[in-house]
């Protein structure tokens, strides 16, 4: 055992710190690894190349821009827009609250897929959240258009984190009862996944109760616009 | 049957195309370079399978360099105005999310209805579904807006230019996770945190496995690379052969608290940097820094959560 080879972790650290590009941090990061490890460089980057290539799944997300900007260049976002300029009593925390509900409960009937950043997030949920805000702050600045775009991004991670382990099917429960099951402990997957639902409430009510803060943050500049 | 590997063909097509829609962009400065970029993905997703591990390795070792000596620019793809795409929105109303909901369900109907027909990998359905969502939305795009032939992959060139190297990071960090995993760093890590651990304390050792979970978690990005290190070090000798605990409360309970870590990430990039250039944000961390105020007090509460049902 080679302590040393935790010099690949500080690399990223430190690289991800100073903003060096990511993918030079990372490959740097994997070869001193491996080389500190003792594994010749041509080795390395083969075991690099054969990960890269079994994990072109996470890039297939990608199909759906032309799709996306092609609803974009016909005014999906403006219509986005609309429909929630529209809606009496709409605020980014309310609508980020039932897009919340409804990613976890989808997401823990597995259907993951269905929606995240470039399905939903990008063309319908984060120009949504922006007119509510914009009703809610008329003069809402740059920063503060970021933030609430951010939120709708987060948002859409804490609904699936905390609502596809729910599921029985998902890869972390099956990853999970594969360990247990080679140290000798059988588990069904329903057994793990009960154990999801006291987090997902939790998850739930955390969370929602930050996008209500955030509404009153929004009003709260409302009101300073009104003193000035 | 319909396998992955047809919708890696169908996605290696559409890089292509960005490829070469990249040559001909003459507003971009840098247009070879962000053309040999998507370029090698779509040879990626064509080929990989035929090129060996190392000839992978040669592939990302070029994706590596164009992106981190700055080769790659952004291109100005032919678009409408904002005052054309307010008119348009005006004009058809909210019958424009009917193609956007096309893809959602076509992926849900494709996984619950053609999952057992033999037709498609019955393990890959919604993905391969989503793909077939893309196409039937984009028929359904042409026969109604009539758009220039080119213009969705001009448009999706818009898009991913935006995304630029971000769109290769997720695949770097599970290769990077993979070098790990051949160098021990895991064994290495589970016994720093076992030398750490206090004897005889039930709550500390609660206390090292979830957070352990949260920051290896945030080291690698993922939480399915730190549970089996971390389960293996502390959830298994300690929490349930030492003190009986509920080992499905305790690894159940112990990948949240990881989640909790991938919410705190830059290393997760599919969750927290994509999403940023996907929404032209300028601080790349915008998102996680969005989600720190609701991960540090959800791993609080799968702590507690560990501790009173897995030791009752």
Not at chain 2, 53 to 81: K, M, Q, W, Y
Request: aromatic share 8%.
């Amino acid at each position: 055992m080679n302590d040393w080879v935790l010099l690949g972790i500080l690399i990223v650290v430190v690289g991800f710190a100073l903003r060096l590009n990511p993918l030079l941090v990372v490959t740097v990061a994997a070869l001193t690894t491996g080389l500190i490890a003792g594994k010749g460089l041509l080795q390395v980057i083969a075991a690099f190349g054969k990960a890269f290539n079994d994990n072109r799944f996470v890039t297939i997300i990608y199909i759906l821009l032309p799709v996306i900007g092609l609803l974009e260049r016909y005014g999906l976002q403006q219509r986005a827009r609309t429909l929630i300029a529209g809606m009496r009593g709409a605020t980014t925390g309310r609508l980020l609250i039932a897009y919340l509900f409804f990613r976890q409960i989808t997401a823990s009937f597995g259907l993951t897929s269905i929606a995240g950043p470039a399905q939903t997030v990008r063309p319908l949920v984060a120009p949504m959240a922006e007119a509510a805000a914009e009703k809610q702050a008329p003069t809402i600045d740059e920063a503060g258009r970021e933030r609430v775009k951010a939120y709708a991004a987060a948002t859409d991670n804490v609904g699936l984190f905390f609502g596809e382990d729910i599921f029985i099917a998902i890869g972390s429960i099956l990853l999970m009862v594969g360990f247990l099951e080679q140290n000798g402990i059988k588990l069904a997957p329903l057994q793990l996944s009960v154990f999801a639902i006291p987090t997902a409430v939790l998850a739930f009510l955390i969370h929602a109760t930050r996008l209500l803060l955030l509404d009153r943050s929004l009003a709260k500049r409302r009101v300073q616009e009104a003193g000035e | 049957m319909i396998t992955l590997t047809w919708l890696y063909v169908l996605i290696g097509v559409m890089f292509a195309a960005f490829a070469l829609l990249s040559v001909s962009d003459r507003s971009n400065g840098k247009r070879f370079g962000n053309a040999a970029f998507w370029g090698l993905i779509a040879v990626s997703f064509f080929f990989g399978d035929f090129l060996g591990d190392l000839g992978n390795g040669v592939l990302v070792l070029c994706l590596v360099g164009l992106a981190g000596f700055g080769a790659l620019g952004r291109g100005n793809p032919p678009t409408t105005s904002a005052e054309e795409r307010a008119a348009s929105s005006e004009r058809r109303g909210n019958r424009l999310f009917l193609p956007a909901l096309v893809i959602p369900i076509t992926a849900l109907l494709g996984t619950l209805v053609l999952k057992n027909s033999g037709w498609i990998d019955p393990k890959q359905a919604t993905l391969i579904s989503l793909g077939a969502g893309v196409l039937i939305a984009l028929a359904i795009g042409y026969a109604w807006l009539r758009p220039p032939l080119l213009a969705p992959l001009q448009e999706g060139r818009r898009l991913m230019d935006s995304v630029g190297w971000a769109a290769v990071l997720p695949q770097m960090l599970a290769a990077l996770g993979a070098v790990f995993a051949l160098a021990g760093v895991g064994e290495v890590v589970g016994g720093i945190a076992t030398h750490v651990l206090p004897q005889g304390s039930l709550v500390a050792a609660v206390a090292l496995y979830g957070i352990g979970m949260a920051v290896f978690t945030m080291i690698m990005g993922n939480a399915f690379a730190a549970f089996p290190v971390m389960t293996g070090a502390i959830g298994l000798p300690i929490l349930i052969h030492q003190y009986h605990g509920n080992p499905a409360a305790v690894c159940a309970i112990g990948m949240l608290a990881g989640f909790c870590g991938t919410l705190m990430t830059p290393m997760a990039a599919n969750f927290n940097i994509v999403p940023a250039a996907l929404l032209d944000l300028k601080d790349r961390n915008a998102v996680v820094k969005a989600q720190v105020g609701t991960a540090i007090p959800l791993l609080a509460c799968n702590l507690l959560l560990i501790y009173f049902l897995a030791f009752r």
